[in-house]
């Protein structure tokens, strides 16, 4: 059963102080997603003045061309009507309803940018599902994964040395060349308007025996790589596809609902900046029908690398994003294990609710399914296009 939403358990810990705008299904007589401002007051489509998310976020005055917006707009409904509306058990698809806050960013992710991730990642590519020896790669790695791995400067000439060392104890890693080498990695997660949002089931394969949710904080760039916003990120992973080797990270990554992004984009602001995302705590927690729950939390503070310097390394000069960026920032979170003490792996199952959130940037939440149950996606970017064309909104 999917929870019962409302603005008073979804909104950031400041309720409406801060600038937030998404998008959302109209059902009129021309149907078709539009921009929104979330306010108090409700939910204001101002897509008669600004018809996607990527010109709002592409305006040199982006919170100003918002507001200015709202003068000339209609008024969906309440946020806890659009709310109440968007979960897949009550969904009437003849009422406004919550999509995905981004449309036609280009959406990539980074990865190993989190020293315990790097840990984890590490051990499994070395151990490669030995107990025994999990544990004595864990125990000679912990103290350097502690201390000088979280704490060194990527590319740095301390780095380097750190990775002579780590190559002289043979435990290198491709993850280890990635969370502290000079470059960062970037992937694709998903093409743009494949996304989902809040409400709507994430999807896994039906053929994946580890799947899991990885809670992340998004950072939403404009074209020129200015960071405007974020929201709250969902990477969909497969985790056993993923072990088969790189050449395998797409089919991993990139399925039928396995990205899901929300509630709301939170504009950078007097109330909210860039910096504040880079130490604030993202909490994950699974719940099953069964009783089954697990959560966690950590900080982005753990982070291995600035926010500022994900987008950098993945829009500027070599390679730009003329629609602007919809980016992933690693996580920390690995579920171990299925319930305490059962020394079984956890793997998603259909109906798990998944819940990340963080208190600046509220609650996302989704329902597991598996993508081939999921609606198609069938909405891309020539019938956007044409959607807008046909609503006069060019």
């Not at 999990?134 to 990775?163: H, M, Q, W, Y």
């Amino acid at each position: 059963m999917f929870p019962k939403i409302s603005a008073a358990n979804i909104m950031p810990s400041d309720g409406f102080a801060g600038t937030l705008v998404g998008r959302a299904w109209f059902p009129g007589l021309n149907p078709g997603p539009c921009v929104v401002v979330i306010r108090e007051d409700g939910v204001h489509n101002i897509s008669g003045t600004i018809p996607t998310m990527s010109e709002l976020l592409n305006k040199k005055q982006p919170i100003a061309s918002a507001i200015k917006a709202t003068r000339n707009c209609v008024n969906l409904g309440s946020v806890d009507e659009l709310l109440a509306n968007s979960s897949p058990d009550t969904h009437d698809p003849l009422k406004p309803y919550f999509l995905t806050p981004i449309d036609l960013q280009a959406v990539k992710a980074c990865g190993m940018t989190y020293a315990k991730s790097i840990l984890l990642r590490v051990i499994e590519e070395h151990a490669k599902g030995d107990p025994k020896k999990e544990e004595e790669i864990r125990k000679t790695l912990e103290g350097k994964i502690g201390g000088e791995i979280a704490t060194v400067e990527p590319g740095s000439e301390e780095a380097k040395d750190l990775k002579q060392a780590l190559i002289g104890m043979g435990l290198w890693s491709q993850y280890l060349e990635a969370g502290i080498g000079p470059y960062v990695e970037v992937f694709t997660k998903a093409q743009p308007l494949s996304s989902v949002g809040h409400g709507s089931e994430i999807g896994i394969h039906s053929e994946s025996r580890w799947s899991h949710s990885e809670p992340e904080a998004v950072i939403i760039a404009n074209a020129e790589g200015r960071p405007v916003g974020a929201a709250l990120g969902n990477d969909v992973n497969l985790h056993d596809v993923e072990e088969l080797g790189s050449l395998y990270r797409t089919r991993a990554k990139d399925n039928n609902g396995s990205c899901a992004i929300g509630p709301f984009i939170r504009l950078f602001d007097n109330t909210f900046s860039l910096e504040d995302t880079e130490n604030m705590s993202i909490t994950i927690t699974i719940e099953r029908e069964d009783g089954f729950m697990v959560t966690e939390t950590f900080s982005t503070a753990e982070m291995t690398r600035e926010m500022s310097e994900l987008v950098g390394q993945t829009l500027n000069r070599n390679h730009q994003y003329p629609d602007g960026l919809a980016l992933f920032t690693g996580t920390m979170y690995f579920p171990a294990h299925a319930s305490a003490g059962s020394g079984e792996r956890f793997t998603h199952k259909v109906g798990d609710v998944v819940t990340i959130s963080s208190p600046q940037l509220g609650k996302l939440v989704n329902r597991v399914n598996t993508s081939d149950k999921l609606p198609p996606w069938n909405f891309g970017i020539a019938d956007l296009m044409n959607n807008l064309a046909h609503r006069h909104l060019f």
